[in-house]
């Protein structure tokens, strides 16, 4: 069977869908930073996929720059994490409830 | 394009200068000579550009027309007023006051890129560069939990956008095969690939998203408020606008065509995000926290303009960007005088610092729609812009509605100051140069309510 | 000389900027007379404008064009003046009267110590009104409407040390911004359908361009603008901010709450005959809306008991004999009784202030009596008032009032009736106020009595001169049968006229007159022997006849005043307090509810706000892929 840009499609959807589902249900801030990851390497693969299907090298082009943007992301973010953790001992996005209402 | 890198270069200079200087007051002169040098690489670029033809960058990457070089220039002047009054303000934040500056710097270079961009790549680079530094910004006051608290909840929202964001410009390209946002443009309205338009809303989300617009909105309120004063102050102006200015670019250039599809999911977010602003911003008790509401409310009425596929929406975006950003910044100003944000806070002011309590009703009044303001004469462009489309009368009807809600928690503050016994407590006496400042950005304020057109006469 | 009308309100605006910027070093002698040049200087500017434009040689109106407002594709306004016989009949107005008021302040305010701050708003009100009137477009006029709202909040809330003056200032913000959301939506309707906010365009379109709405349109704007007249000059049911603004400095309530500000929504209606001709519907909801607000603050005023609050309601009801006229398309009469109506007005209320001051703040009528005796210039001068205002032929009121009455007995007999019978509880409870105030004995305290005093001179040359204007104002307008020639009529003829002139036989109109002045004549002498207190009036050979006529007074108290003192008693108590106020008040108590339920979604986790992020992504694709499309 021949694998259609269709496919690919379907699987990054997946992905992608799984990525929220992962931020929406677990509480550990790193393993929804890691979610969010998914969410973006979903997104790669699908422009890959079209990269391919176009015959343009222009995506993959776009592919290297998410994934900067995503390693920079990543080095504030833990950053952030760790400032959170040296305070209130703890990565739980459930107890960061000061700010409401 | 001389602004990117210039914002780029002093952005590094600033760093530096943190390593060199121990001095903090002699850290923030320099970053407002650096901010008028920024204005004057600006005021250069637009000089030197001739008004007919757009000149493109990096392949037609970044295509530099008027609209977009005007904006760069007024949102540098703000930025230029801002480092003014809220300088001082910056340096009781942190020991890192160079690296804020800094921040701000890369952050401006976002916003030039988001007020030139030609392709979805340079929209997701402006957008990062945009975001990141504020994440930080955030996060500054690192004694601070509530201050923490906001950071790791804007970093993890953000970065959940930021990858709808990118869905949506892939489901685009897949649509399309490019990423040039002309190219989107060719997109027919009766024979629309579903991807193209689930790619709209993806895009169209997660701008909604930076603006903060509702159901995308809830970060907005904990993360002003959290955030450092001196910072939530730039992040509710100059960062929102130019955001905006990102959303109007996409939507005119590259979907305006097939607009009949988008701008009823978009009415009603408009429709929600007027409501919810307005609505909540009514029961707080914290000024700082209604001015976040307020600033959800009056990116609704920035919606306007985004949901108006015409020329008047975007001189409407213009004047508005300015005349909301000049008031919240003067509002901020003020506030970041007195010790406490609560309305009682307030109690007495006009008493205790008259001029102050004037100007601070001059901004209410602005952000409220009084005429003679120019947040009047913002929301009636915007608003006209939306009626020449003739749609959506409800929403125009609708918006003044709300508008009327937000006059009643604007005014709380003026009542407060001054028809309520009370002693505001000041943090030190307003020196007589800050007097000055706030006396002129009051009178910008009232100088964009009666010759708006200033604005647009180097479009 | 019309071409120096921007000057008129740049005086004012002068005087607010001086007074405005120097309120601390000013002394307050300098600020009083800097605010009363400022306006003398526009009146005599005004003056100058006002020959020309009533000289034969003057044609049309003049446009002033000072500078581009807004300039977005095809839309132009421009920031232009427009004179003609209408705006410039305001000018003199509110200059004229304006000045008075001036005058009076700077002795009436002279012991408070926010005297500069009051007349520096008292100018930017001046300021605003000039411009409201002056406007060649609506937005202009918007903007000027604007102002005089804010002004009027800041002056009745002016010693805003009091919590309820604060709260009526609110309470007239508020309701005036409802009428405003009418205003704004009707501009936005006329620069919808006609792209133009400048009158001459619009008025020129209309009848020839067809709106979006067909016929309706006309009704359509014409009702949004409505709306905000209605807020503007307190009409049911958005009048309760005016009484409730007396708690301002009586000249404030002379100046914008009787005389100018609240007249404002009759200019606006008048400016736009030319809509309202073409819109009999919305014609026919003014003059009932008139008509209602007339009988109704007629019947509140009989049961009060505070000077101010019976001027104040019967301010309501001169306004809503305006918008009779206004709906029986009678505007230039409507614009005939603005001006009567001014003159008389701010006397009344000037004189008020005069007792008030000589009371030492007093202002309940139960305890007054007999100032008459220590006080005989404000006594013959409020007289003189009363007498204007209940029709007494020979003064201004009754060339007026006699002229909306028979035009609304052309147009429909029925609302004359109506009409009459609110003329004739104005006759009542205007003497009722006169009888207990200057007649009879004395009743407040000792002290009281001890300090009563003339006031000083700059408070009587004001209500003297007011006083003759209230008796000559009328003669500019006699009746047909008097005279074929109706001054102001002719003169207001290029910019409005009266829609379908009536020709009545004279008969009629004797009849009309007779009956109208002969009833008001009885309700006075009714109000006197009601009262009962002993009086100086002459004439007392009638009254005399209705005291040996003993029954009929009680037949006349238990048929016509328990009822309808029971009925004002009731609409006072239930109507306003419960029915109106409870709608004003539930609605912002049901923002607030709101506001706290939809605040607790803010639960501070950020799950659940991705959650909802994530809903509403789900439910917009829902709506662009499965919903309605355009």
């Given at each position: 069977?021949?694998?259609l840009?269709?496919?690919y499609?379907?699987?990054?959807?997946?992905?992608?869908?799984?990525?929220?589902?992962?931020?929406?249900?677990?509480?550990?801030?790193?393993?929804?930073?890691?979610?969010?990851?998914?969410?973006?390497?979903?997104?790669?693969l699908l422009?890959?996929?079209?990269?391919?299907?176009?015959?343009?090298?222009?995506?993959?082009?776009?592919?290297?720059?998410i994934?900067v943007?995503?390693?920079?992301?990543?080095?504030?973010g833990?950053?952030?994490i760790?400032?959170?953790?040296?305070?209130?001992?703890?990565?739980?996005?459930?107890?960061?409830?000061?700010?409401?209402? | 394009?001389?602004?990117?890198?210039?914002?780029?270069?002093?952005?590094i200079?600033?760093?530096?200068?943190?390593?060199?200087?121990?001095?903090?007051?002699?850290?923030?002169?320099?970053?407002?000579?650096?901010?008028?040098?920024?204005?004057?690489?600006?005021?250069?670029?637009?000089?030197?550009?001739?008004?007919?033809?757009?000149?493109?960058?990096?392949?037609?990457?970044?295509?530099?027309?008027?609209y977009?070089l005007?904006?760069?220039?007024?949102?540098?002047?703000?930025?230029?007023?801002?480092?003014?009054?809220?300088g001082?303000?910056?340096?009781?934040?942190?020991?890192?006051v160079?690296?804020?500056f800094?921040?701000?710097?890369?952050?401006?270079?976002?916003?030039?890129?988001?007020s030139?961009?030609?392709n979805m790549?340079m929209l997701?680079?402006?957008?990062e560069?945009?975001?990141?530094?504020?994440?930080?910004?955030?996060?500054?006051d690192?004694?601070?939990?509530?201050?923490?608290?906001?950071?790791?909840?804007?970093?993890?929202m953000g970065?959940?956008?930021?990858?709808?964001?990118?869905m949506?410009?892939?489901?685009l390209?897949?649509?399309?095969?490019?990423?040039?946002i002309?190219?989107?443009?060719?997109?027919?309205?009766?024979?629309?690939?579903p991807?193209?338009?689930?790619?709209?809303?993806?895009?169209?989300i997660?701008?909604?998203?930076?603006v903060s617009?509702?159901?995308?909105?809830?970060?907005?309120?904990?993360?002003?408020?959290?955030?450092?004063?001196?910072?939530?102050?730039y992040m509710?102006?100059v960062v929102k606008?130019?955001?905006?200015f990102?959303?109007i670019?996409?939507?005119?250039v590259?979907?305006?065509?097939?607009?009949?599809?988008?701008?009823?999911?978009?009415?009603?977010?408009?429709?929600?995000?007027?409501?919810i602003?307005?609505?909540?911003?009514v029961?707080?008790?914290s000024?700082?926290?209604?001015?976040?509401?307020?600033?959800?409310?009056?990116a609704?009425?920035m919606?306007f303009?985004?949901?108006?596929?015409?020329?008047v929406?975007?001189?409407?975006?213009?004047?508005?960007?300015?005349?909301?950003?000049?008031?919240?910044?003067?509002?901020?100003?003020?506030?970041?005088?007195l010790?406490?944000?609560?309305?009682?806070?307030?109690?007495?002011?006009?008493?205790?610092?008259?001029?102050?309590?004037?100007?601070?009703?001059?901004?209410?009044?602005?952000?409220?729609?009084?005429p003679?303001?120019?947040?009047?004469?913002?929301?009636?462009?915007?608003?006209?812009?939306?009626?020449?489309?003739?749609q959506?009368?409800?929403?125009?009807?609708?918006?003044?509605?709300?508008?009327?809600?937000?006059v009643?928690?604007?005014?709380?503050?003026?009542?407060?100051?001054?028809?309520?016994?009370?002693?505001?407590?000041?943090?030190?006496?307003?020196?007589?140069?800050?007097?000055?400042?706030l006396?002129?950005?009051?009178?910008?304020?009232?100088?964009?309510?009666i010759?708006p057109?200033l604005?647009?006469s180097?479009? | 000389?019309?071409?120096?009308v921007?000057?008129?309100p740049?005086?004012?605006?002068?005087?607010?900027?001086i007074?405005g910027?120097?309120?601390?070093?000013?002394?307050?002698?300098?600020?009083?007379?800097?605010?009363?040049?400022?306006i003398?200087?526009?009146?005599?500017?005004?003056?100058?404008i006002?020959?020309?434009v009533?000289?034969?040689?003057?044609?049309?109106?003049?446009?002033?064009h000072?500078?581009?407002?807004?300039q977005?594709?095809?839309l132009?306004?421009?920031?232009?003046f427009?004179?003609?016989?209408?705006?410039?009949?305001?000018?003199?107005i509110?200059?004229?009267?304006?000045?008075?008021?001036?005058?009076?302040?700077?002795?009436?305010m002279?012991?408070?110590?926010?005297?500069?701050?009051?007349?520096?708003?008292?100018n930017?009100?001046?300021?605003?009104?000039?411009?409201?009137?002056?406007?060649?477009?609506?937005?202009?006029?918007?903007?000027?409407?604007?102002?005089?709202g804010?002004?009027?909040?800041?002056?009745?809330?002016f010693w805003f040390k009091?919590?309820?003056?604060?709260n009526?200032?609110?309470?007239?913000?508020?309701?005036?911004?409802?009428?405003?959301l009418?205003?704004?939506?009707?501009?936005?309707?006329?620069?919808?359908?006609?792209?133009?906010?400048?009158?001459?365009?619009?008025?020129?379109?209309?009848?020839?361009?067809?709106?979006?709405?067909?016929?309706?349109?006309?009704?359509w704007?014409?009702?949004?603008?409505?709306i905000?007249?209605?807020?503007?000059?307190?009409?049911?049911?958005?009048?309760?901010w005016?009484?409730?603004?007396?708690?301002?400095?009586?000249?404030?309530?002379a100046?914008?709450?009787?005389?100018?500000?609240?007249?404002?929504?009759?200019?606006?209606i008048?400016?736009?005959s030319?809509?309202?001709?073409?819109?009999?519907?919305?014609?026919?909801?003014?003059?009932?809306?008139g008509?209602?607000?007339?009988?109704?603050?007629?019947?509140?005023?009989?049961?009060?008991?505070?000077?101010?609050?019976?001027?104040a309601?019967?301010?309501?009801?001169?306004?809503?004999?305006?918008?009779?006229?206004?709906?029986?398309?009678?505007?230039?009469?409507?614009?005939?009784?603005?001006?009567?109506?001014?003159?008389?007005?701010?006397l009344?209320f000037l004189?008020?202030?005069s007792?008030i001051h000589?009371?030492?703040?007093?202002?309940?009528i139960?305890?007054?009596?007999?100032?008459?005796?220590?006080?005989?210039?404000?006594?013959?001068?409020?007289?003189?008032?009363?007498?204007?205002?209940?029709g007494?032929?020979?003064?201004?009121?009754?060339?007026?009032?006699?002229?909306?009455?028979?035009?609304?007995?052309a147009?429909?007999?029925?609302?004359?009736?109506?009409?009459?019978a609110a003329?004739?509880?104005?006759?009542?409870?205007?003497?009722?106020?006169?009888?207990?105030?200057?007649?009879?004995k004395?009743?407040?305290?000792h002290?009281?009595?001890?300090?009563?005093?003339?006031?000083?001179?700059?408070?009587?040359?004001?209500?003297?001169?007011?006083?003759?204007?209230?008796?000559?104002g009328?003669?500019?307008?006699?009746?047909?049968?008097?005279?074929?020639?109706?001054?102001?009529?002719s003169?207001?003829?290029?910019?409005v006229?009266?829609a379908g002139?009536?020709?009545?036989?004279?008969?009629?109109?004797?009849?009309?007159?007779?009956?109208?002045s002969?009833?008001?004549?009885?309700?006075?002498?009714?109000?006197?022997?009601?009262?009962?207190?002993?009086?100086?009036?002459p004439?007392?050979?009638?009254?005399?006849?209705?005291?040996?006529?003993?029954y009929?007074?009680?037949?006349?108290?238990?048929?016509?005043?328990?009822?309808?003192?029971?009925?004002?008693?009731?609409?006072?108590?239930f109507?306003?307090?419960?029915?109106?106020d409870?709608?004003?008040n539930?609605?912002?108590?049901?923002?607030?509810?709101?506001?706290?339920r939809?605040?607790?979604?803010?639960?501070?986790q950020?799950?659940?706000?991705?959650?909802?992020?994530?809903?509403?992504?789900?439910?917009?694709?829902?709506?662009?892929?499965?919903?309605?499309?355009?």
């Open positions: 069977m021949p694998i840009p269709l496919h499609m379907f699987l990054s959807l997946t992905l992608f869908c799984i990525g929220i589902m992962g931020v929406l249900i677990r509480r550990n801030a790193i393993i929804i930073f890691m979610c969010v990851e998914l969410m973006l390497n979903a997104v790669n422009m890959v996929a079209f990269s391919k299907m176009y015959v343009d090298a222009g995506a993959q082009v776009f592919v290297f720059f994934m943007v995503a390693a920079a992301e990543v080095a504030v833990l950053a952030v760790v400032m959170m953790y040296r305070k209130v001992h703890s990565v739980d996005v459930n107890i960061l409830n000061r700010l409401k209402h | 394009m001389k602004a990117i890198i210039a914002a780029t270069i002093l952005g200079v600033m760093m530096f200068a943190g390593l060199q200087m121990k001095n903090k007051s002699s850290v923030v002169t320099l970053a407002i000579v650096l901010a008028f040098l920024l204005l004057g690489v600006n005021i250069w670029d637009l000089v030197a550009t001739p008004a007919t033809a757009p000149v493109g960058y990096f392949n037609n990457m970044l295509r530099i027309d008027r977009a005007w904006f760069s220039t007024l949102m540098t002047g703000v930025t230029v007023l801002y480092t003014l009054l809220v001082k303000e910056i340096q009781k934040v942190g020991v890192h160079a690296e804020y800094a921040l701000i710097f890369f952050i401006l270079c976002g916003v030039y890129i988001l030139c961009y030609n790549l997701f680079l402006g957008i560069i945009l975001s990141i530094p504020q994440y930080i910004l955030a996060g500054s690192k004694k601070n939990l509530k201050s923490s608290e906001a950071s790791l909840k804007y970093f993890l970065a959940f956008s930021t990858g709808i964001l990118l949506g410009i892939t489901l390209y897949g649509a399309t095969g490019s990423f040039n002309v190219a989107y443009s060719f997109l027919q309205s009766d024979a629309l690939n991807l193209a338009l689930g790619g709209v809303i993806f895009v169209m997660a701008l909604g998203f930076k617009a509702a159901p995308m909105h809830m970060w907005t309120p904990d993360v002003y408020d959290g955030s450092p004063t001196p910072f939530t102050a509710a102006t606008a130019s955001a905006f990102a959303f670019r996409l939507f005119q590259s979907f305006g065509s097939i607009s009949s599809q988008w701008t009823v999911v978009l009415s009603v977010i408009t429709a929600a995000t007027l409501l602003g307005n609505l909540t911003a029961f707080q008790q000024v700082k926290r209604m001015l976040s509401y307020s600033s959800i409310a009056q609704g009425f919606l303009a985004v949901l108006a596929v015409n020329a929406a975007w001189q409407g975006i213009i004047i508005y960007a300015v005349a909301y950003s000049i008031a919240t910044i003067g509002i901020f100003t003020v506030l970041m005088k010790k406490d944000y609560t309305y009682d806070g307030f109690n007495g002011l006009a008493k205790k610092e008259p001029l102050l309590a004037f100007v601070t009703t001059i901004f209410l009044f602005s952000l409220a729609g009084i003679l303001t120019g947040g009047f004469m913002a929301k009636y462009y915007v608003i006209q812009a939306v009626m020449v489309q003739n959506f009368l409800w929403l125009v009807i609708f918006g003044l509605l709300m508008a009327a809600i937000s009643y928690y604007y005014f709380r503050v003026i009542i407060a100051m001054y028809f309520k016994e009370g002693n505001a407590e000041l943090h030190a006496p307003v020196t007589q140069g800050e007097k000055v400042l006396v002129i950005t009051c009178g910008l304020v009232i100088l964009i309510g010759f057109q604005l647009l180097w479009i | 000389m019309t071409q120096l921007y000057l008129i740049l005086f004012p605006l002068i005087g607010f900027l007074n910027l120097g309120w601390r070093t000013i002394p307050k002698t300098a600020a009083g007379i800097i605010g009363s040049l400022a003398l200087a526009s009146f005599v500017v005004s003056v100058g006002f020959f020309e009533n000289s034969p040689s003057f044609h049309g109106p003049v446009l002033v000072l500078f581009d407002f807004i977005t594709g095809k132009y306004i421009p920031f232009t427009q004179v003609d016989a209408l705006s410039t009949l305001f000018l003199l509110i200059t004229g009267v304006g000045f008075l008021i001036h005058v009076y302040s700077t002795s009436y002279h012991h408070d110590e926010g005297m500069v701050k009051y007349f520096a708003f008292l930017l009100f001046v300021f605003s009104m000039l411009l409201l009137v002056l406007g060649a477009n609506y937005l202009v006029m918007f903007i000027g409407w604007e102002g005089v804010l002004c009027s909040y800041l002056l009745i809330g009091n919590r309820d003056y604060t009526a200032a609110k309470k007239a913000f508020v309701m005036n911004r409802i009428g405003d009418g205003f704004l939506v009707g501009m936005m309707m006329i620069l919808f359908n006609y792209g133009t906010l400048s009158y001459g365009e619009f008025f020129g379109k209309l009848g020839t361009v067809p709106g979006a709405l067909g016929e309706n349109t006309y009704n704007i014409a009702v949004c603008l409505f905000g007249a209605i807020g503007k000059s307190a009409q049911i049911p958005l009048y309760t005016l009484p409730d603004a007396m708690a301002g400095p009586t000249p404030v309530s100046l914008i709450h009787a005389a100018t500000m609240v007249t404002a929504g009759i200019y606006m008048a400016r736009s030319v809509l309202y001709n073409l819109a009999p519907f919305t014609l026919h909801i003014v003059a009932i809306i008509l209602a607000t007339a009988i109704f603050a007629a019947t509140v005023a009989i049961k009060q008991y505070d000077i101010k609050k019976v001027l309601y019967s301010t309501v009801s001169q306004l809503g004999f305006m918008f009779l006229a206004l709906g029986v398309g009678a505007y230039t009469t409507a614009v005939f009784h603005v001006m009567t109506h001014a003159f008389f007005k701010a009344l004189g008020s202030g007792v000589a009371m030492g703040g007093e202002q309940d139960r305890l007054m009596g007999g100032l008459g005796k220590k006080m005989r210039i404000t006594q013959i001068t409020f007289l003189i008032g009363c007498l204007a205002i209940s007494i032929p020979g003064f201004s009121g009754f060339f007026s009032k006699d002229e909306i009455l028979a035009a609304t007995y147009h429909d007999p029925i609302l004359y009736y109506m009409a009459l003329a004739m509880m104005t006759a009542f409870y205007m003497f009722r106020l006169y009888f207990l105030t200057f007649t009879g004395f009743r407040g305290t002290d009281q009595e001890h300090h009563l005093h003339e006031s000083p001179s700059a408070m009587t040359i004001p209500l003297i001169v007011l006083a003759i204007l209230s008796v000559v009328g003669y500019v307008g006699l009746p047909a049968v008097i005279s074929e020639h109706h001054a102001l009529a003169y207001l003829s290029p910019v006229s009266n002139e009536h020709h009545m036989a004279a008969g009629t109109e004797w009849l009309l007159m007779g009956l109208s002969g009833l008001s004549v009885v309700m006075i002498i009714y109000a006197f022997t009601a009262n009962k207190v002993p009086s100086f009036v004439n007392t050979g009638l009254a005399k006849l209705l005291e040996n006529k003993w009929v007074d009680e037949i006349y108290d238990a048929v016509i005043v328990r009822p309808l003192a029971a009925l004002s008693g009731l609409l006072d108590k109507v306003e307090k419960s029915g109106i409870g709608i004003v539930g609605v912002g108590k049901g923002v607030r509810y709101g506001s706290d939809i605040r607790m979604l803010q639960t501070g950020v799950g659940f706000y991705i959650f909802v992020m994530v809903l509403g992504i789900v439910a917009l694709f829902a709506i662009t892929f499965f919903g309605v499309k355009l």
